[in-house]
């Protein structure tokens, strides 16, 4: 048999196979992942193929691209917030109904970050998954540092007022280069409200800026998106080959834990957006796997913003003024999965080092995972930071968060996942509850405001 003929198969395969992933990211990133973990395996301790220098020369260059990505999504996260909650408020023309669609949010999102939380804490008291782990060698090393740490529970009464007068930004631009999110969302609100409130021709220049600005931001994240395949590869290689998959095994029951919550969580977004939504569950459920994927490739909610306003605006028909003041403003502070995850993480260290917790040192860990996440960056790992701030309140050596540390990539993108159809399902709420309303513009209104927010 000639040889054209023998490999026309394989090619026609081949062509069928590439038009399959063209265009789908999510499924390019899958298969990376799938690479990665097989790449990993052949570089790691397990097969022990290589030396120990020649496996980490190789794993830092594999995980460049990761690096690069994860580098561009913290650069630009700041701006695209900031022009997106400002140009956000600017295409609410109602005032009492952007501040009604701004309160029920919020409480939305407290409500259920709370809930996610708590059940993350009921899953690992109920499932052990402390006990699964031999971890004393941290336990000894961190001994000293147990005997003298003590939960330090909330705040006293005369800290508070100077924490609250603190979410003030006394500078904005530091507050911007230092990545306090909660003090940028609060610097753009304030600026949204002003601009509305002076004349139009005034206000506009800003306005167009701001506009542009997003346009900048959002073609960058484009860009970056293209990195995403080769960064999972890498950053999935470097994981696997450094831990080996025994280590990897010995987590698995905290992991399963974790993604159970996740899954539960999951499941009662999808329930109320049967309940707030018209098109139906299975319809939410098609229009939501492609960004569900992506946001899980990307491990951030504010790369997938552009994707999340065109689902949301065009698939399920939430209102613009919904839209695009609630995705933005969702995906800075609406993280229900890293509360979860905070939650089992807490407790899982806790059984670890044999710290008791008590039903208050429980409260503060809600309580801490609510507040925290408020002010988290939307970038990958943000997790581990306010998993550090939460641990410190109760108590639990710092040494704990290297045990986890390994594993957060791949609980970083299933809880990213669940933040995101948080953010869709906060949106599908506040419009079943807000009815619209003839429009009540401001005296300052600026034109041009409502411009459709795509993705590049």
Known sequence: MPQALMFKPLKSIAEQFDRLIQGRLWLKVLIALMLGVLTGIALGPDLALFDATTVKTVTAWLALPGQVF????????????????????????????????????????????????????????QIQPGSFVDAGFLASESSGQLATQSAKGFPAAAELPGKVSGLIPKNPLASMASGEMLQVILFAGVLGVALLSIPAQQAKPLFDLLAALQE????????????????????????????????????????????????????????????????????????????????????????????????????????????????????????????????????????????????????????????????????????????????????????????????????????????????????????ALTPEQPDQPMAGNAPGTADSVEPS
Do not use: H
Not at 99 to 104: D, F, P, V
Not at 406 to 412: A, K, N, S
């Open 70 to 125: 994860l580098a561009i999504i913290q650069m630009i996260v700041v701006p695209l917030v900031l022009a997106s909650i400002v140009r956000g408020l600017a295409a609410n023309s109602n005032p009492e109904a952007m501040k009604r669609n701004g309160l029920i949010a919020i409480i939305f999102i407290a409500a259920s970050t709370a809930l996610a939380a708590a059940i993350g804490i009921f899953l690992a008291i």
């Open 216 to 431: 900048v931001s959002l073609r960058i994240v484009s860009w970056a998106m293209l990195l995403a395949p080769y960064a999972v590869f890498g950053l999935i290689t470097r994981l696997v080959a450094n831990l080996g998959i025994e280590v990897l095994a010995g987590m698995a029951i905290y992991m399963l834990t974790v993604m159970a919550g996740l899954l539960i969580v999951a499941a009662a977004y999808f329930a109320v957006a049967y309940f707030t939504l018209d098109a139906g569950i299975r319809y939410f459920a098609g229009q939501m796997r492609e960004l569900l994927l992506l946001a899980f490739s990307t491990s951030s909610s504010a790369a997938v913003m552009p994707v999340t306003l065109q689902v949301v605006e065009n698939k399920l028909g939430i209102r613009p003024d919904i839209a695009r003041f609630l995705v933005p403003l969702g995906a800075t502070i609406n993280m229900t999965g890293t509360a979860l995850y905070q939650g089992v993480a807490t407790v899982f260290l806790a059984q670890v080092f044999q710290v008791e917790l008590s039903l208050t040192n429980y409260i503060f860990v809600v309580t801490m995972a609510v507040a925290a996440s408020v002010g988290s960056p939307a970038t990958p790992g943000a997790g581990i930071i306010i998993l550090s701030m939460v641990l410190e309140g109760v108590g639990i050596p710092a040494a704990g968060v290297a045990l986890i540390l390994g594993v957060d990539r791949i609980l970083d993108m299933c809880r990213t996942s669940v933040n995101v159809l948080g953010d869709v399902v906060t949106c599908t709420t506040v419009q």
